[in-house]
């Protein structure tokens, strides 16, 4: 019987900065790999200690301390298997994005990541010092290789390994989620097995993390570049693989049960919205969350999103009608809150409008009426949530999707107000392509989520009487076209005018982008989706001379 060798991708969601924790969830993951499937070897994270990204508490003194007490606990369980754990590594001065192979009381063998990145939301380079060499180990006779995350990403470091002569490639990772993200992996890690001639095992976190989300999407592929393997995304588990002694050296076996299939782009998104939300939410210690439900789309979404997230009886939804709000705005409301039976109450702000307006007499004297009182009935909803929120410990999710913040239609102190805004990186019309996809769902066959009539009706903010969006912006598709090429892609007005846009709309739009930066700096934060969200993704300054142009 050929020589098997027995693998577990630990694909776990992990907290950053709680390293006892994760510590802990590291040596009793190596016992269940052990226990339940025989494992020879288990695979964890990128930076599994501390989870990822740690950012400056890698600055903090007390790193290497906590780093080493860590290690040794692992050590002192004295694991009968080969761990491959990722962390922290300091040396003569220098940090190092390291992983370890571990096994019993020993620590086999380092190695030090090669490939820093440092574009989108990365910034390794801040922190760590890049490592040079190769690292083999041999394990159950078979020699395998060792590289993290960014190391796949280009050629070096896979190539290294091959002429190292390598029979099997283990990648631990923590690669965030952006749209359509597994599927780029899956072509990545084709190219690269055929380039080291070798299976390559991929292992990626799972879970939230501020703006980040991080699917898992864990998996395995053959020395020709087949997918053999592919764990769920956006769960957390264990996911079993064996290797064989071939003639033409280790090959996985087939499994009994098929990879996970690639999320549509629809569910990937929402999945991320979910998983993003209520990871958020319990790791930063709330009691749940509560949300202004206006009968439109954006907050009939989000509502959606944190109901799956936290369940029904950990969300709470606010109605707060004005003079301007319409009987069906209402109706929807209440239609929405019944079916997700989430808790539900109604407000009226005409009250503390009036007041606002008494109070502001003086200064608003020989003043016309124009956004000014607009904003300030979006403020009184905002006071209303906040003082929920601090009364009850629930988080405020605010509802403004990526295309409203992009050009400033949102009120700083109002409807942006709260701690979590989940649609930040959902662009107008995905919001409608979201909606449609979690009506799909088994549970909404008989009784539509999102009502029907939500996704429907014209938006509005509803600030003045029969107010719509299109009063005020492009339509959405045009507008989001737009963005797209001048936010995400970084296209001149010159580029995007040439794409057959209208001029003026054009240089409309980005003039709105570029001058409501300052509204953007002060919003929550939010689940990043795309290559370029508005967090760590996006970093333009405040107060800028560049005109638009080429």
């Given at each position: ?81 080969y761990l491959v754990v990722g962390y922290p590594l300091s040396e003569q001065g220098r940090l190092y994005n390291a992983l370890s192979v571990i096994k ?34 041999e394990i159950e006779g078979f020699k395998v290789a060792l590289t993290i995350c960014e190391d796949m990403w280009e050629e070096g470091p896979t190539l ?254 109002g409807d942006m107000a709260g701690g979590f805004d989940v649609l930040k990186d959902v662009a107008k019309t995905m919001v409608y392509r979201l909606c ?115």
């Amino acid at each position: 019987m050929p020589k098997q060798l027995k693998v577990v991708m630990a694909q776990l969601n992990l907290l950053v900065g709680d390293i006892q924790g994760n510590t802990t969830k590291i040596i009793e993951g190596a016992l269940e790999a052990k226990r339940v499937f025989a494992a020879d070897i288990v695979t964890f994270p990128e930076l599994s200690l501390t989870s990822y990204p740690p950012e400056d508490l890698l600055l903090r003194p007390s790193l290497k301390l906590r780093i080493d007490k860590a290690l040794q606990r692992i050590l002192d369980a004295e694991l009968d298997i080969y761990l491959v754990v990722g962390y922290p590594l300091s040396e003569q001065g220098r940090l190092y994005n390291a992983l370890s192979v571990i096994k019993g009381a020993q620590i086999i063998t380092s190695y030090r990541k090669q490939c820093l990145p440092n574009y989108q939301v990365f910034d390794e380079r801040r922190y760590f010092t890049a490592g040079q060499d190769a690292a083999i180990v041999e394990i159950e006779g078979f020699k395998v290789a060792l590289t993290i995350c960014e190391d796949m990403w280009e050629e070096g470091p896979t190539l290294q390994a091959a002429e190292a002569g390598a029979q099997l490639l283990l990648n631990i990772n923590a690669s965030p989620y952006h749209r359509d993200k597994p599927l780029e992996r899956a072509q990545l890690l084709k190219e690269r097995a055929q380039l080291a001639k070798c299976p390559i095992i991929y292992t990626n976190l799972v879970g939230g993390q501020d703006e980040l989300v991080f699917d898992g999407s864990s998996m395995a592929v053959s020395a020709q570049g087949d997918c053999i393997v592919r764990a769920p995304s956006f769960e957390e588990g264990f996911f079993y693989l064996s290797l064989s002694e071939t003639a033409q050296g280790l090959s996985i076996d087939t499994p009994q049960e098929t990879p996970a299939a690639l999320d549509s782009t629809e569910a990937g998104l929402y999945k991320a919205l979910v998983l993003g939300v209520r990871d958020y939410v319990y790791k930063n210690g709330f009691k749940g969350v509560v949300l202004g439900l206006s009968g439109g789309i954006d907050s009939a979404l989000t509502l959606a999103v944190a109901a799956d997230a936290l369940g029904p009886e950990s969300v709470k939804a606010v109605m707060m009608p004005f003079d301007y709000t319409s009987q069906l705005s209402l109706d929807l409301a209440q239609e929405q809150a019944k079916t997700l039976g989430v808790e539900y109450s109604v407000i009226p702000i005409s009250a503390a409008f009036k007041s606002f307006a008494a109070a502001l007499e003086g200064e608003f004297a020989g003043l016309p009426v124009d956004v000014t009182e607009q904003n300030i009935q979006a403020r009184c909803r905002g006071v209303m949530l906040m003082a929920i929120s601090n009364k009850t410990g629930r988080l405020v999710l605010t509802t403004g999707n990526k295309s409203e913040i992009a050009v400033g239609y949102c009120t700083l102190y109002g409807d942006m107000a709260g701690g979590f805004d989940v649609l930040k990186d959902v662009a107008k019309t995905m919001v409608y392509r979201l909606c449609a996809y979690r009506n799909s769902l088994p549970d909404a066959r008989d009784r539509a989520v999102i009502p029907i009539e939500v996704i429907e009706r014209a938006p509005s903010a509803e600030l003045a009487p029969d107010q719509v969006d299109q009063d005020s912006l492009p339509p959405y598709d045009v507008l989001d076209t737009i963005l797209e090429l001048y936010v995400e892609k970084d296209m001149s007005a010159a580029h995007i005018i040439a794409q057959g846009f209208d001029e003026s709309t054009v240089r409309r739009v980005l003039r709105l982008v570029d001058i409501n930066e300052y509204k953007r700096r002060q919003s929550a934060v939010g689940v990043r989706l795309t290559t370029r969200g508005f967090g760590r993704d996006r970093r333009y300054p405040i107060t800028s001379g560049w005109e638009l142009g080429e």
